[in-house]
């Protein structure tokens, strides 16, 4: 598999030294553990995904980025995963999150209940379109050409439950793991006859 490799977050690295730093009693205590559950799981989310990578039926010249980061304008922008093939480029963004995850597209977000609690995250759909309009965005200020992009949450989490309130078209971009083959020999199925001419791939942006 061509991948770059992945460095261990510096985000868990600094939480994990916070929470050695706080006292057992103090009352931030309980959030930051909180903190580090959820940026613990999101890794171990990325991670797993390697295996469903391996049993994809690539073309011969295709990279996977992995925590690529890249500026657009003044801000910076952040992608779990990119997969840059000669036909399109296929933008994941993966989520590692378990319990009954009850998809709220009309109000952007996400509620979660597990062991009789409830939490809202914001909904990753928005949140990896916005990211392939900037990466878009980005290649048509350097490059006259630029593949199809194509986005998709992936859910890691085999103990999570997924419903949705009512249908909402971001929905179709909420996969779960197994679902990324058959996705994707479809993109490349579909993609390679349209364009006869594959474009230039290239490890790094």
Not at 3 to 15: E, G, S, T, V, W
Not at 143 to 153: A, E, F, G, L, R
Request: with cysteine.
């Amino acid at each position: 598999m061509n991948a770059n490799p992945r460095i261990f977050p510096m985000k868990i690295r600094k939480l994990d030294a916070l929470q050695g730093r706080v006292h057992p009693s103090h009352k931030t205590l309980p959030a930051i553990e909180a903190e580090v559950g959820i940026a613990r799981a999101g890794w171990q989310g990325e991670i797993s995904m390697d295996y469903y990578y391996r049993q994809l039926d690539l073309p011969l010249r295709y990279f996977f980025l992995h925590q690529l980061r890249l500026q657009q304008n003044t801000d910076f922008f952040q992608m779990n995963t990119l997969l840059l093939t000669q036909y399109f480029l296929l933008l994941l963004e993966i989520k590692n999150y378990a319990g009954h995850l009850l998809f709220d597209h009309a109000h952007q977000q996400i509620i979660r209940t597990r062991d009789e609690k409830q939490d809202v995250f914001p909904d990753p759909a928005l949140q990896v379109q916005q990211q392939a309009a900037s990466l878009r965005s980005w290649l048509q200020e350097r490059y006259t050409s630029v593949p199809p992009i194509y986005h998709y949450v992936v859910m890691t989490h085999p103990r999570a439950l997924i419903s949705t309130t009512a249908y909402h078209p971001l929905h179709q971009y909420i996969i779960r793991p197994d679902a990324l083959c058959g996705i994707v020999q479809d993109l490349l199925k579909k993609e390679s006859s349209l364009h006869l001419t594959p474009y230039k791939v290239a490890p790094t942006l």
